[in-house]
């Protein structure tokens, strides 16, 4: 069994089966420099192509030997929707998947094909991500496929994200001295203002990339978090948090914080100081903050301005 991999525990989509839509090698239609796969030219098709019976052969058996699951995620040693059977995969999967919820991991750049776009429709949950905003960054981080353009991205995410029924999340990857510039930032909060989805989690490099290239540090993330537009579902995804150095926050201080962007338990950690965490949780106890879920990740806000963030939070219309 080579294509099915896992579980894997993810606090974000919780445990997860993976499937290798591209278990013989790497074929994507972008060559990202964070990748974590070695470098290959980006490719418009896949060439090494999985039968679709192995892969469903493989699912059946993992499925009788892991029970506690919760979503049977997409993937690839490269880009999941190059996968030339995948409608077909789906229909497969969703006949035996019972209450397992369905979830892919995408660039976003094969969403401008409706037959894509419409597969893609059919799943529970769905991961697209958005590395930039502007045709120069996008060409130096992700090193697309002729042929593809970030506007046409763009325009396809938030085509999609109005169609979609299902759960939808956007990942965008910093990486230092390349789209972490406030220019590049405020590209992005324009692209995704009209962007409905659950969350946005923004992060950075925390495996070997595939370039000599850099990730940020917790406190850099959490700056730029603060250059998008507070209505928006920003969540900061690092396993760099014990890089960061705590400070010392007042109780003002530490709800002026939470209002410009709700916290995790995480950020809270890496953030506050033993005695600025104690005053939080006086806070909590006060009932002066609040907490909201945002599938699976709790975040903490300020009582008096919680119904003022939820109705601003992003669903559908």
Do not use: W
Not at 16 to 30: E, M, P, R, T, Y
Not at 143 to 166: L, N, V, Y
Not at 174 to 193: C, H, S
């Amino acid at each position: 069994m080579n294509t099915v991999f896992g579980p894997i525990h993810s606090r974000r989509f919780g445990t997860s089966l993976g499937i290798d839509l591209s278990s013989s090698s790497k074929q994507c239609n972008f060559d990202c420099l964070y990748c974590e796969l070695s470098p290959m030219k980006a490719i418009s098709h896949q060439y090494a192509v999985t039968p679709i019976e192995e892969i469903l052969d493989d699912l059946k058996e993992a499925l009788l030997k892991h029970s506690t699951l919760d979503v049977i995620t997409l993937t690839a040693n490269g880009e999941p929707t190059m996968y030339p059977h995948l409608n077909e995969l789906i229909t497969l999967i969703n006949a035996i998947k019972g209450d397992l919820h369905t979830l892919i991991l995408s660039n976003s750049a094969s969403l401008s094909d409706k037959r894509v776009f419409n597969t893609l429709l059919r799943l529970d949950q769905v991961k697209l991500s958005l590395d930039a905003a502007t045709p120069e960054i996008f060409r130096k981080i992700d090193r697309p496929a002729e042929g593809i353009e970030i506007e046409t991205i763009i325009d396809s995410i938030q085509r999609f994200s109005h169609a979609f029924c299902g759960k939808l999340f956007i990942e965008i990857l910093f990486v230092r001295g390349i789209n972490d510039t406030p220019q590049e930032v405020l590209a992005l909060n324009a692209a995704l203002q009209s962007v409905h989805c659950e969350r946005i989690d923004i992060g950075t490099i925390d495996r070997p990339p595939a370039y000599p290239v850099q990730g940020l540090e917790f406190k850099e993330l959490y700056a730029l978090s603060h250059l998008f537009d507070p209505s928006l579902p920003i969540h900061i995804v690092s396993r760099t948090h014990a890089t960061a150095t705590p400070s010392r926050y007042t109780c003002d201080e530490i709800l002026t914080t939470l209002d410009k962007r709700p916290l995790t338990d995480d950020d809270i950690h890496a953030l506050f100081d033993d005695e600025s965490r104690q005053e939080f949780q006086n806070l909590l106890n006060e009932g002066k903050i609040t907490q909201i879920e945002r599938s699976n990740i709790i975040f903490y806000l300020p009582f008096a301005n919680s119904i003022k963030k939820r109705s601003k939070t992003i669903k559908k219309s």
